[in-house]
């Protein structure tokens, strides 16, 4: 059974950092499967933050381009998100996913396994 566990979150004046993990068991994490980050902000849908697949292939959504930072780590199973300058409107529940397919990691929405979220604040 596969399970991601997040953490990380936290409460953050704006302009500062955090870094999300996502700890992933009963999937390997190797190269060429897909993995994201996605935020819900409360009364908004859920969007794509930044995901990585093959060769380390990575995607951003234009918002956060520049600021955060998605990789992993493939020994230890884990999934992390550098996020940097932070804004208020980066408030939001983070949620990681994985999938077993190895093209088109932009499309999140399809993945099939999903931790339960972390939480993000940034204060102004």
């Known amino acids: 059974q596969v399970s991601l566990v997040e953490s990380g979150g936290g409460s953050v004046q704006s302009g500062g950092s955090l870094r999300l993990s996502c700890a992933v068991s009963?999937?390997?994490?190797?190269?060429?499967?897909?993995l994201a980050w996605s935020r819900q902000a409360p009364g908004k849908g859920r969007e794509g933050v930044a995901t990585?697949?093959?060769?380390?292939?990575?995607y951003y959504l234009d918002s956060v381009m520049g600021r955060f930072t998605i990789s992993k780590d493939n020994a230890k199973n884990t999934l992390f998100l550098q996020m940097n300058s932070l804004k208020v409107e980066d408030t939001a529940m983070y949620y990681c996913?994985?999938?077993?397919?190895?093209?088109?990691?932009?499309?999140?929405?399809?993945?099939?396994?999903w931790g339960q979220g972390t939480q993000v604040t940034v204060s102004s």
């Open positions: 996913a994985a999938d077993r397919r190895t093209s088109w990691c932009r499309g999140w929405f399809e993945y099939n396994y």
């Open positions: 009963g999937y390997t994490a190797r190269a060429g499967r897909c």
């Open positions: 990585i697949g093959s060769e380390g292939r990575t």
